[in-house]
């Protein structure tokens, strides 16, 4: 057993995921996300049940542990109680943690979540505001939402629900600064925080600068699609 597998092993998600796998394939068959993509819970929980580092690695490198849509619908269907979904996401901090996300095009798209959602809730208490949902990353929302996009602030003073006011209701209003301060605690105590600063550092390894990360994300920002950036290696 190697370092890897033991640091997986005290996660307390895989130690709540991972209990006897059978490797009957209940989880595959019933994951909607098998459906889609080259991914097989069944293959994720049989490679950890291995604990064979090389092949942890290797997972941890892939797209596969990010393609999960956390839908549990392994967990009640597994006949020793295992939740792939759980197990999942203990892969994906240990992939952060050493920087293997930034190995695969999935992974690497870690860096939008922190500076999304990461931030905002960091900066606003919400993971997501209508201010980041633009009509050119969203065509599919039609005109009714570009229309909203460009006139929000005066159309939710209409609905007497207005942005930027402390207490206000929705996703806009202020939170106290005395409650964020208590949200930005937790963070940093369940070590969210130090996982946000791992993803900017693998990105900054694994793209050699500060500066090409900026560009990675400028890319993303401008094309919604980060199979556009160019990797150089």
């Known amino acids: 057993m190697g370092k890897l597998v033991d640091e997986l092993k ?11 796998c059978l490797n009957c394939g209940i989880c595959t068959a019933v994951c909607p996300a098998a459906e889609v993509y080259e991914y097989s819970p069944r293959e994720v929980m049989n490679i950890c049940h291995t604990e064979d580092e090389e092949w942890l690695i290797d997972l941890l490198k892939s797209d596969k542990i990010w393609f999960c849509g956390q839908c549990y ?68 929302l039609g005109e009714n939402w570009e229309y909203y996009f460009e006139h929000m602030k005066e159309m939710r003073e209409w609905w007497d629900v207005p942005m930027d006011k402390e207490n206000s209701a929705g996703s806009h209003r202020v939170i106290p600064e005395k409650d964020m301060d208590e949200l930005r ?49």
Not at 199 to 223: D, I
């Open 185 to 233: 605690a937790i963070y940093k105590a369940t070590g969210a925080i130090e996982l946000m600063e791992a993803v900017e550092k693998g990105m900054e390894k694994k793209l050699g600068s500060k500066k090409e990360v900026e560009k990675y994300w400028e890319n993303w920002l401008e094309t919604a699609d980060s199979r556009t950036y160019e990797m150089k290696s």
């Open 10 to 20: 005290q996660d307390i998600q895989y130690q709540h995921g991972m209990n006897a």
């Open 73 to 140: 619908s392994c967990k009640p269907r597994c006949p020793r109680g295992n939740s792939t979904a759980d197990v999942i996401l203990a892969l994906r901090r240990l992939s952060v943690r050493h920087g293997y996300f930034a190995e695969s095009e999935k992974g690497r798209q870690q860096l939008f979540a922190k500076r999304v959602f990461g931030e905002n809730m960091l900066k606003r208490g919400y993971t997501l505001t209508a201010e980041n949902i633009t009509p050119e990353h969203f065509p599919e």
